[in-house]
């Protein structure tokens, strides 16, 4: 169901105790609102936070998995594993992933299926670089990195998946597409899926935006019509900052 969103994503970042303090600050600070807010810590502090978080409505989140079941994959982490600390809700295709780890978009369309079979749900993330906007070419990119990792998919399974576009140029820069290019891009993402599958299932799936997104300029990103939420990186680091971004929704 199309539902407003929040997510934190960590990256590397945070020890055990800064994510103890990180997470209690969050719990106690939280507004009441109508979006769901998600966490995504790193992966030892991940069981920890699931505990921490158990009396709060915030959710905890995986920033990667293994499509493997199990076995020898040395430094990965299997879905069930997530799932057996209960979290059910992982992030794939994350631009870092596919820049520096080599995930294409046949790796993770498997990935997909694994986590779909799991029964859990996606953040999947996608988007374009900076010269491939500047050449004009994000459109075809992001519709391309739609098509090879999930296009596959039945129009059932997209009740599990929630999109996030993320312009490679924005994030961690500093700089920001403008609302507008953010809702361009959502409004292009929602025609793109409506046409492979029907509009029940492009009005349905929540498209959030990523890169950049700070307390000053959430809520006019927010307020376009096809952005339903954020992936947040550094700003969701201090409670605060994160705090003020979950207001602005
Ligand atoms: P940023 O990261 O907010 O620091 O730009 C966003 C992301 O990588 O999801």
């Known amino acids: 169901?199309?539902?407003?969103?929040?997510?934190?994503?960590?990256?590397?970042?945070?020890?055990?105790?800064?994510?103890?303090?990180?997470?209690?600050?969050?719990?106690a600070k939280l507004p009441n609102t109508h979006a769901e807010v998600i966490v995504a810590p790193t992966y030892v502090n991940l069981a920890l936070a699931q505990r921490n978080l158990q009396a709060s409505s915030i959710k905890v989140a995986a920033q990667n998995m293994h499509f493997a079941e199990n076995g020898a994959y040395t430094g990965e982490i299997s879905a069930d594993m997530l799932l057996n600390?209960?979290?059910?809700?992982?992030?794939?295709?994350?631009?870092?992933?596919?820049?520096?780890?080599?995930?294409?978009?046949?790796?993770?369309?498997?990935?997909?299926?694994?986590?779909l079979d799991k029964d859990m749900t996606i953040i999947f993330c996608f988007g374009e670089e900076l010269e491939e906007?500047?050449?004009?070419?994000?459109?075809?990119?992001?519709?391309?990195?739609?098509?090879?990792?999930?296009?596959?998919?039945?129009?059932?399974?997209?009740?599990?998946?929630?999109l996030a576009y993320e312009?490679?140029?924005?994030?961690?820069?500093?700089?920001t597409a403008s609302p507008e290019q953010a809702q361009e891009m959502h409004a292009f993402i929602r025609?793109?899926?409506?046409?492979?599958?029907?509009?029940?299932?492009?009005?349905?799936?929540?498209?959030?935006?990523?890169?950049?997104?700070?307390?000053?300029?959430?809520?006019?990103?927010?307020?376009?019509?096809?952005?339903?939420?954020?992936?947040i990186g550094g700003a969701s680091l201090k409670a605060d900052d994160f705090i003020a971004i979950i207001k602005a929704i």
């Open 1 to 27: 169901m199309r539902t407003k969103i929040v997510a934190g994503n960590w990256k590397m970042n945070k020890n055990l105790e800064e994510t103890e303090a990180l997470l209690s600050e969050l719990s």
């Open 191 to 231: 025609k793109t899926i409506s046409e492979a599958y029907n509009t029940e299932v492009a009005d349905e799936v929540s498209i959030l935006y990523g890169g950049s997104v700070k307390p000053g300029n959430a809520a006019d990103i927010f307020g376009k019509p096809d952005v339903d939420g954020g992936l």
């Open 133 to 162: 906007r500047k050449s004009g070419n994000h459109f075809s990119v992001v519709e391309s990195q739609l098509k090879n990792a999930l296009f596959h998919l039945d129009a059932s399974a997209w009740k599990n998946i929630v």
């Open 85 to 115: 600390i209960h979290v059910d809700t992982v992030i794939l295709g994350h631009s870092e992933r596919r820049a520096y780890f080599g995930e294409d978009d046949e790796l993770l369309a498997k990935k997909v299926n694994t986590a």
């Open 167 to 175: 312009p490679v140029w924005a994030i961690g820069t500093g700089e």
